[in-house]
């Protein structure tokens, strides 16, 4: 076996966060990257399970990194191994680790070559799990950084299967969070965005509760005068405090951007969702956003076809969207999950789903066109970050979140500029 590893993520940031964090283990062991699954004595995939699509793209990596590379060390890990491990050694992996165990993945290797029997590693009580924490990760896209704050959910959501798969709600060490964002920030990163499954919920769990989000961000904020923009990736809206709201009066380092999932418009479907506030309150926490930042984009996501979503109920959620006044959101048709409390309720006719799915991809187009608009004209600081050398076209993103293009002969990586925004350089 080589010394060299591939590594694939699927599903959300936090899981990108965490491959990369497994990369850095495998490099303290004397491992290198290769690029190609072909070239790899050791391959680590990180999957997803938060719908049945995702289960099965996760099934798929197994077996195809299996056949395109038969030799390697096959690591698996992630939501889909942490209920599925028998299926991921079937299909070809040696090591699963579920959602736990990641930090151990040196002595696990190890344990592999000496016996070359499979090992199903997974935490035995995935709900009281604490913090594991992987150690500073380089998991950046050139000048943004990820840092997850974060692991694990106790809301259980009755569609989600979250609480399951990643246990607990439990945070990281705010001096494990607050060096890593020094560290990220010394080494020139221009964004960081703060990551997690649950943010809202960070700090419950720590000493008498009491050092929450808002918090940390603070923390962060004042240990790294010269970071110029923090993002924060998701947060419920319950969990939007008075502290948070006055950083970002405060603070104009905090990107213009807030993203709030509703996941339902309509109060009794989110009764039957188990979500933990009301439309009103919605409406009213997003007033409050507004008064400290008028111009800000707040996006949401939306599940369309809840098991018995009515006509009225998907007509109250269309119009609350309205009324909410959304830059973007990202729509979601109901995918029953095995498990869940929503499972047993009976599913909605498939192609009503996809007839509200499209209708809520047009309405968000609107509000889209009808937010960027509003910033057409304007000067607006934007931090590059991706080159089309093809297209000699570089991109980047604004504090409320607007991508920009703009035709440039060299890559802008990490750059800030000035820049008049309209529609001939708004992208999608
Ligand atoms: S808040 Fe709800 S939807 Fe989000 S991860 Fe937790 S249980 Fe799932």
Not at 276 to 290: E, G, P, Q, V
Not at 309 to 338: G, L, N
């Amino acid at each position: 076996m080589n010394n060299l590893y591939f590594l694939h993520s699927l599903g959300c940031k936090v899981n990108s966060y965490e491959t990369a964090a497994v990369g850095t283990i495998l490099e303290g062991g004397g491992y290198r990257p290769t690029a190609n699954v072909e070239d790899a004595g050791v391959i680590v995939l990180n999957t997803c399970s938060v719908t049945g699509k995702a289960d099965q793209k996760s099934r798929q990596h197994i077996s195809s990194f299996r056949k395109r590379n038969s030799q390697a060390v096959l690591i698996v890990m992630g939501c889909y191994s942490q209920t599925h491990a028998e299926q991921a050694v079937e299909l070809g992996a040696d090591i699963v680790l579920g959602a736990a165990s990641r930090s151990a993945v040196l002595s696990l290797l190890e344990r592999f070559l000496s016996t070359k029997k499979p090992i199903i590693e997974l935490s035995s009580s995935i709900r009281r799990e604490t913090y594991e924490e992987l150690g500073a990760t380089a998991f950046c896209e050139n000048a943004r950084a990820y840092l997850k704050v974060q692991d694990g959910c106790d809301n259980f959501c009755s569609y989600c299967l979250i609480p399951f798969l990643r246990g607990n709600s439990r945070s990281r060490d705010p001096r494990a969070v607050v060096d890593e964002a020094i560290a990220l920030t010394a080494s020139g990163y221009q964004e960081i965005i703060i990551t997690g499954i649950h943010i809202g919920g960070y700090g419950k769990d720590l000493a008498d509760g009491s050092f929450r989000l808002a918090d940390l961000i603070e923390s962060i904020l004042n240990k790294c005068p010269s970071l110029p923009r923090l993002r924060i990736s998701s947060i419920e809206e319950s969990e939007i405090d008075e502290h948070l709201l006055s950083l970002f009066e405060k603070d104009s380092r905090i990107a213009d951007h807030l993203h709030v999932p509703l996941q339902s418009g309509s109060q009794t479907v989110l009764e039957r969702m188990k979500r933990h506030y009301s439309t009103d309150a919605f409406l009213s926490k997003l007033s409050a956003i507004r008064a400290v930042r008028p111009d800000i984009a707040i996006t949401t996501d939306i599940i369309v076809g809840f098991p018995g979503e009515t006509e009225e109920e998907w007509e109250e959620t269309k119009r609350f969207c309205q009324q909410a006044d959304f830059a973007e959101i990202h729509v979601f048709p109901y995918s029953a999950r095995p498990g869940t409390a929503a499972a047993r309720l009976k599913d909605l006719d498939p192609n009503l789903k996809k007839k509200r799915v499209k209708e809520l991809l047009a309405l968000s187009r609107e509000l889209r066109d009808s937010y960027e608009s509003r910033f057409f004209g304007r000067k607006l600081p934007v931090l590059f970050e991706d080159y089309d050398a093809d297209a000699k076209v570089a991109h980047g993103h604004t504090s409320n979140y607007l991508k920009v293009s703009v035709p440039s002969e060299e890559p802008l990586h990490g750059q800030w500029k000035e820049i008049v925004y309209n529609s001939s350089i708004k992208s999608d």
